[in-house]
């Protein structure tokens, strides 16, 4: 089945921590998103990527990274955890047509101590 | 998100009609969503709209689009406890790259009471 993963579902860390969170579609999209969520408020783009080898930054400022070099995987790295960087993360792929409908995953509830 | 507004809570009784609103400022916007949000899981996508369509139904749920207005509604007929749950609205900018990008608003929170 066609789907969007995301792992772990949850992290608990500890500051200076260095995590990378994954997410991977089995819907041959091109299009994947990294999406920070914080609670009861709206989400922020953070990275986005069009195709492999191909990362932009989204529009919410992040000390994240990410790669792209697989279609199908689009890891998150934080090199270096702190406090501020508690939040859900979601990631998200779609299809190059014009409606731009976002399959998203599960989420990653990131908590750094 | 400030360029997407929504109200952040809406109660309703089980069986009533809930309508969430959301106002949107990008002219430019090609498609509009409406996303729902269940505790502790990713979005979900409920059904779109294209900018030049009014109106568009699926089943208990419609959306009504008035451009002039930047103004987009979701209205559930026959709301059920199960539909409890955080929507968010979310437009489709077109870039000179042109490739889209969603802007989603805050999300407004459903309470259905039975």
């Known amino acids: 089945e066609a789907d969007i993963y995301q792992t772990p579902r949850y992290l608990v860390i500890g500051t200076g921590k260095k995590i990378t969170l994954e997410c991977s579609q089995t819907?041959?999209?091109?299009?994947m998103y990294w999406y920070q969520q914080d609670p009861g408020m709206e989400l922020h783009l953070i990275h986005y990527s069009y195709g492999v080898n191909s990362t932009e930054k989204g529009d919410l400022s992040s000390e994240s990274t990410v790669s792209r070099i697989r279609t199908e995987h689009f890891p998150l790295t934080l090199e270096s955890a702190r406090p501020s960087h508690t939040s859900q993360y979601l990631c998200a792929s779609s299809a190059w047509v014009l409606n731009e409908k976002l399959f998203f995953g599960s989420g990653t509830q990131l908590s750094v101590l | 998100g400030e360029d997407v507004e929504q109200s952040l809570f809406l109660s309703v009784r089980e069986g009533d009609s809930s309508v969430i609103n959301c106002t949107y400022t990008d002219s430019s916007s090609t498609y509009l969503y409406w996303y729902k949000q269940e505790p502790g899981a990713g979005l979900q996508l409920l059904t779109y709209i294209f900018s030049n369509m009014d109106m568009k139904q699926d089943q208990r749920l419609t959306v009504l689009l008035n451009k002039k207005d930047k103004h987009l509604s979701l209205r559930i007929a026959d709301t059920q406890t199960g539909d409890s749950a955080i929507y968010f609205c979310a437009e489709s900018r077109r870039g000179s790259s042109n490739t889209g990008k969603l802007i989603f608003g805050q999300g407004t929170t459903l309470q259905v009471k039975p």
């Open positions: 819907m041959g999209h091109d299009k």
